[in-house]
């Protein structure tokens, strides 16, 4: 699974829960199902139960459990994981690069860089 793919779905679950949300919903739709589904009065699809079965579990909720999930799976495809294994066989798993830069800068008598050079991390938009 790659980032594009994923990003995808997020823009679609997006579209989709904005789209519904949007949607009002008529006496029609409503005299569908049974009233006990029902925890307070439907104003959107959103709000519809998403079975005609006895459940009081919504589309809605269904959609934006849905669109956590995605973004979980964004989240977490997203890390850059890297592994570093040193010279004495120790593994180091960095997931931030902050991490391994801090990892880095203790390596050896000068660090990653040169005696007299010097790094530092921007933050927001500087």
């Known amino acids: ?17 904005e789209t ?7 006496d029609d739709i409503i005299k569908e199902y049974d009233q006990s589904q029902f925890d307070k009065e439907p104003k959107t699809l959103m ?6 079965e006895g459940s ?16 979980e799976l964004h989240n977490y495809f997203s890390k850059e994981v890297v592994e570093i294994t ?3 066989g120790q593994v180091h798993v960095f997931d931030t690069f902050r991490d391994l830069i801090e990892y880095a ?9 040169p ?12």
């Open 115 to 126: 005696d007299g050079y010097t790094w530092r991390f921007r933050e927001g938009d500087e």
């Open 47 to 52: 709000d519809i139960p998403k079975d005609r």
């Open 56 to 71: 009081a579990i919504t589309i809605g909720e269904c959609l934006l459990d849905l669109q956590t999930h995605i973004n």
């Open 86 to 88: 040193d010279d004495n």
């Open 1 to 17: 699974m790659n980032r594009d793919y994923i990003a995808n779905m997020i823009f679609n679950i997006n579209d989709v829960v």
């Open 105 to 113: 800068d203790t390596c050896g008598v000068m660090g990653w860089l």
């Open 20 to 26: 519904i949300q949007g949607h009002s919903i008529n």
